[in-house]
């Protein structure tokens, strides 16, 4: 008995000390401890040798040494199991990720902001207005009172529950929200969405964007203006544009003015573009109106200031060689995945 204990303790040093993450040397340890004709069993074997009163206690031993085979048995079955499935699963995790594929830029927000960055430089800041508007600060306070023929010009979505709201047909309502939040000095551009009842063709659509112009201080004058937009014009078009005001006619501007530059695509020679006269409009803008100034609690005898509002659709169409404005909005990838470098 005292033999089989010694041996019992010898073989428990042996399991302690056993390490591999070899899975033939795993299944080695299971058949030479715990198979059929392994160790335990042999051991167990021996049990008939045993004197009776000492039965029990070898029983024990036993169970206990049965015990620790199996328990160093999992624990070495599961390492090995960890370590094959690290070497044999064909991670290789040196290699660089997956690239995300890059989204693109929308054409007119990069038209957009190409316009936003220019005036930027020149202390413009960026404000923001409501799409759906009351009639006062789209039309009334603009010098477009009520019944105004003018208001013809824009023919104007109104919001059914209530008479008083619509869809903004131009950013200029930001201008008032601008004069009626600030004090001047007060320079600012308003880029964002506007809607007109417009039937929607190749070129014309009954929504699309603009960016208005703010400038108010004391002594402003058209010359700030023409300077403003003549800069802008040569920045955005490129030095050797050509730039021509026309008189025009906006309730909210006295007096008006239309901004054309010389047709980009044919050099002023006269395409279907510019419908053959070498010239494109790109904007209308003028003096703010006393009663605009008035309107929004700005005294029109010590301030002066100039406004101006432009399109954004039909600048991307000429740059990009757009031949239908409802492809901006249809959002066809093939389409959209075109702009993908900044202009
Ligand atoms: N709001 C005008 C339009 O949508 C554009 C415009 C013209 C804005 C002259 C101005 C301006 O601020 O001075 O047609």
């Not at 048995?73 to 594929?101: F, H, N, Q």
């Not at 059914?160 to 619509?166: I, R, V």
Request: charged share 25%.
């Amino acid at each position: 008995m005292e033999k089989l204990l010694q041996q019992i303790q010898s073989l428990i040093k042996e399991i302690e000390l056993f390490e591999t993450n070899d899975t033939q040397a795993v299944e080695a340890f299971r058949i030479k401890y715990l198979g059929t004709k392994g160790v335990v069993k042999e051991l167990m074997g021996e049990m008939k040798n045993v004197a009776m009163e000492r039965k029990k206690e070898f029983g024990q031993i036993l169970n206990e040494f049965k015990q620790i085979a199996e328990s160093k048995y999992e624990t070495i079955k599961l390492k090995t199991i960890e370590a094959v499935t690290i070497s044999d699963s064909r991670i290789d995790l040196s290699l660089p990720g997956d690239p995300m594929p890059l989204g693109s830029r929308h054409p007119i927000s990069l038209m957009k902001n190409k316009i936003i960055t220019i005036f930027q430089r020149l202390g413009f800041a960026v404000a923001e207005g409501p799409e759906i508007e009351d009639d006062w600060h789209n039309f009334t306070a603009l010098n477009l009172p009520a019944h105004h023929p003018a208001r013809d010009m824009q023919d104007t979505f109104y919001v059914q529950q209530n008479p008083d709201w619509l869809l903004r047909t131009h950013t200029s309502n930001t201008q008032i929200r601008e004069m009626q939040k600030n004090k001047p000095p007060i320079r600012v551009i308003c880029p964002g969405r506007v809607y007109r009842n417009e039937t929607i063709s190749a070129r014309s659509h009954c929504f699309f964007h603009q960016v208005e112009g703010l400038y108010i201080d004391e002594h402003v004058s058209f010359a700030d203006l023409k300077q403003t937009l003549y800069f802008f014009a040569k920045e955005m078009y490129g030095q050797d544009v050509k730039i021509r005001f026309r008189p025009s006619y906006f309730p909210f501007t006295e007096p008006s003015a239309e901004m054309d530059i010389s047709c980009t695509l044919c050099n002023s020679a006269g395409c279907s573009v510019c419908k053959k006269t070498g010239w494109l409009e790109i904007l209308g803008c003028g003096m703010v109106h006393p009663h605009v100034l008035e309107n929004c609690g700005i005294d029109s005898n010590k301030y002066t200031g100039f406004a101006f509002g432009m399109g954004v659709e039909r600048p991307a169409l000429l740059k990009y060689g757009i031949n239908d404005i409802r492809l901006f909005s249809e959002n066809d990838v093939r389409f959209l995945k075109q702009f993908t470098s900044a202009i």
